[in-house]
Structures are given as C-alpha cells and as structure tokens.
C-alpha cells in the first residue's frame, strides 16, 4: 500500500514569496491534516479536512496560510506571502477515521527555508 | 500554552538497558494518548497509544504507562537496540477534539551500542 505522498520535498524561497505543497493522502482515508512542525518543537496542526470539508483550521494563519482538498483527495497548502518565521517542515497525514484518537499515516514533509 | 510537554529534550542509553521517556499534560479532557517515532527525513509513525480507562499498555518492547491524577505518561522500551535511536513523540487528544493530536515537543533517544 502506497503511503502518504508529499511534494516537493525542499524548497527555500525569499521572504514575501509564495510557495505551495501538495500532498497525496493513502488511497481510501477520508481525513487528511497539515501539521507544521518548527525545529525542536513537536507537529502543530494547521488544518484538519473530512473528505473537502475543513474540519478545523483554528490555527490556520489565514491571512498568509490556504488550503484546499479539492474532490476530497488530493490537497494543496499555500503560503503567500512567506515570512522567515514560516521555515519550517510542512507534514501532511490521513487517516481513515476509524481510530480513536487518530492513528494518523504522515508523509515525509516538505522543508521550507525562507530566507 | 503548551499542553503536552516532554521535558527532556535528549536522551542517552546504553544497549540493552531501559529507556524511560516522559510525558506530561495540563488539560484534564485528554482521554487518548500516542507515541509517535520520527527518523531524521521521514514522517513521524505510530508507535503505541492508551485510552484514559487503562494505566498501561504493551506491544512488545513497548509499554506505556498512564498516571491519571499526576496528567503524567511515559514510555518503556526494554530492552533497548541501536535502531531505537529517534526523537519520540507523545500526542494527546480528547472526545470533544474529534482525531485532533496535540504533540509534546519531542524527545530524541540514542541508544548507544
């Protein structure tokens, strides 16, 4: 079974910049989360989707963060405009929701450097 | 606010011997707990969990206990290998939070041979 597909998988862009990732969640799983995780610091989670409705996105920074899951697969994360304090890797993960607690599947990440 | 915490950033072992890693937590609805393991370059994966109405839970080389009155678990891995070398994660989530984890800031275990 394929796992959960990230790209790409480094970028580094300038401050003010944009950049998007992509994530390709295990065939099936209807939730699928973007965490962002600083250096030393544990996942946090940015926007939690069931099939391509959001479920939570209560730490989103939506003035600069957008995501979407369009026809309840595949999902893009956006970042316009980057600031530095956005470098950082980028995890998307999915489960198929029949686990309490969420036994999520993560990708490798994307890392982002914003310079 | 951070409401699960590892306090020990990094932890040395010798093979064979136990590891012992720590977990603490502040909010009171957290009734499901995770470790995660994460190798440099990959994505964290699931490594145990344990529901509120146990105080422990084993898989193997794996167990993790849970004090409630304390907010406090850890994970027990004996005996210890080399490959166990990883930052370990725990993850905390509640009823009402539907599969949403809130993680510790990680704890990065070498086992030295």
């Known amino acids: 079974e394929a796992g959960v597909a990230q790209s790409p998988r480094y970028k580094i862009i300038e401050k003010r910049q944009s950049v998007a990732f992509w994530c390709n969640p295990i065939s099936g799983h209807a939730t699928l989360y973007w965490y962002q995780q600083i250096l030393g610091q544990g996942p946090k989670l940015l926007i939690q989707f069931q099939n391509n409705g959001v479920v939570d996105d209560s730490q989103l920074p939506k003035d600069r963060f957008s995501a979407e899951r369009l026809k309840g697969v595949d999902s893009t994360l956006k970042i316009q405009p980057a600031k530095l304090e956005d470098s950082a890797v980028y995890l998307c993960?999915?489960?198929?929701?029949?686990?309490?607690?969420?036994?999520?599947?993560f990708g490798e990440g994307s890392r982002l450097t914003v310079l | 606010d951070q409401q699960v915490k590892q306090n020990s950033p990094s932890l040395s072992v010798q093979e064979g011997r136990i590891s012992i890693l720590n977990c603490d937590y502040t909010n009171s609805m957290f009734d499901y707990f995770l470790w995660y393991k994460k190798y440099p370059a990959e994505g964290p994966t699931f490594l145990i969990s344990i529901s509120s109405i146990k105080d422990k839970n084993e898989d193997g080389r794996f167990t993790v206990f849970l004090n409630k009155s304390a907010k406090h678990l850890s994970l027990h891995i004996v005996p210890s290998q080399p490959g166990d070398s990883a930052v370990y994660f725990c993850?905390?989530?509640?009823?009402?939070?539907?599969?949403?984890?809130?993680f510790g800031g990680g704890t990065r275990l070498m086992v030295k041979p």
């Open positions: 993960a999915s489960s198929n929701g029949g686990f309490r607690g969420g036994e999520l599947f």
């Open positions: 993850a905390a989530s509640s009823n009402n939070a539907g599969n949403m984890l809130t």
